[in-house]
């Protein structure tokens, strides 16, 4: 339910959240730890550095780290600015009328499924990845 790219940068958040207090590590060492390209990885940590859930450095010791701890980073934080599933909050099968008093066929067991999918997305954290008490494709 949610992209390749937002699995990759949740496995990266992980990673990180391993790392000591302080401690940076590059886009290429996490790269080949989660299997992902490089270059690809690389921007989508400065995305997420730039939605303020990682801190970058440049030069000789520099890369990312968490700029929280990782207890307080939720799933939700690292998903929703690729790919944004806040907007699920519209009609699965993309009525503009669709609420309670109108339903959709689908209205009813989507927003049970969407309440549930979302609520463990906001009640996973990184730590809880880092942990592997969570596991992603």
Same mark, same amino acid.
């Given at each position: 339910?949610?992209?390749?790219?937002?699995?990759?940068?949740?496995?990266?958040?992980?990673?990180?959240?391993?790392?000591?207090?302080?401690?940076?590590?590059?886009?290429?060492?996490?790269?080949?730890?989660?299997?992902?390209?490089?270059?690809?990885?690389?921007?989508?940590?400065?995305?997420?550095?730039?939605?303020?859930?990682?801190?970058?450095?440049?030069? +000789?010791?520099?890369? +990312?780290?968490?700029?929280?701890?990782?207890?307080?980073?939720?799933?939700?934080?690292?998903?929703?600015?690729?790919?944004?599933?806040?907007?699920?909050?519209?009609? +699965?099968?993309?009525?503009?009328?669709?609420?309670?008093?109108?339903?959709?066929?689908?209205?009813?067991?989507?927003?049970?499924?969407?309440?549930?999918?979302?609520? +463990?997305?906001?009640?996973?954290?990184?730590?809880?990845?880092?942990?592997?008490?969570?596991?992603?494709?």
């Amino acid at each position: 339910m949610i992209s390749k790219t937002s699995i990759n940068a949740a496995k990266a958040l992980a990673v990180l959240a391993s790392l000591p207090d302080q401690e940076y590590a590059g886009a290429s060492s996490i790269a080949r730890e989660i299997g992902a390209p490089q270059n690809y990885l690389g921007k989508l940590l400065k995305v997420l550095a730039g939605e303020g859930l990682l801190v970058s450095q440049k030069g +000789f010791g520099g890369g +990312f780290r968490l700029a929280r701890p990782a207890s307080e980073i939720s799933l939700y934080d690292v998903v929703e600015p690729i790919d944004k599933v806040s907007r699920w909050g519209n009609c +699965f099968l993309g009525n503009g009328t669709c609420n309670e008093k109108e339903p959709c066929a689908v209205h009813g067991r989507w927003k049970h499924i969407r309440r549930e999918y979302l609520g +463990f997305l906001r009640d996973t954290s990184v730590a809880d990845l880092a942990r592997k008490q969570v596991s992603l494709p």
